[in-house]
């Protein structure tokens, strides 16, 4: 079974300083690995997508993540925090597998605060 | 817009009321879905459809009745609701294993 662990519910950092939000995930499979973002009152949008390619992953928006089968590790990067950047964000498995159904497993999400 | 449109994007309706939510895409994506997302809760995931027919019901009460007439339409049809049914209901669509694509969701008090 898959699954994930987002592990700080809240970020707090300052413009212009690294953004790091930490994500540890279980999966039977080599997993297909998500981050989203979601703003006040608006849908999900995809920031940035591992499906077993280049272990370094390059989002949208300055972000990044790396895929790390030794830690089961999946951390979001972003060298320079911007005040657009405060928002949800959700790690996310998928179980796309023969047989399955394709469906996403989320994270509890973390908040990322931007303080001028 | 994201290519997923979710109507109406506020819906207030009573515990005896029965309405609909609505999801369309144009994306020719073959997968739908429909997830809930409550306060302080991560993301349930409520039902599957895979070239219009059901793959999956993740043990969501029968006050809640997906239909998908085709592989653009996803409808949502709520009846006698209770106020803890009160959230955010967001669509998904997909093709293979890249386009995983959410609407902007339709947002639920059951009062």
Redesign the interface.
Known sequence: AQSVTQLDSHVSVSEGTPVLLRCNYSSSYSP?L?W?VQHP??????LL?Y?SAATLVKGINGFEAEFKKSETSFHLTKPSAHMSDAAEY?CVV?D?HSGN?????????TTLQVKP | ETGVTQTPRHLVMGMTNKKSLKCEQHLGHNAMYWYKQSAKKPLELMFVYNFKEQTENNSVPSRFSPECPNSSHLFLHLHTLQPEDSALYLCASRQGNYGYTFGSGTRLTVV
Do not use: A, R, V
């Open positions: 297909s998500f989203y009152n608006k849908g999900l949008q995809l997508k499906t959700f998928s796309l159904t394709g469906k996403l497993i989320f994270g509890q999400g």
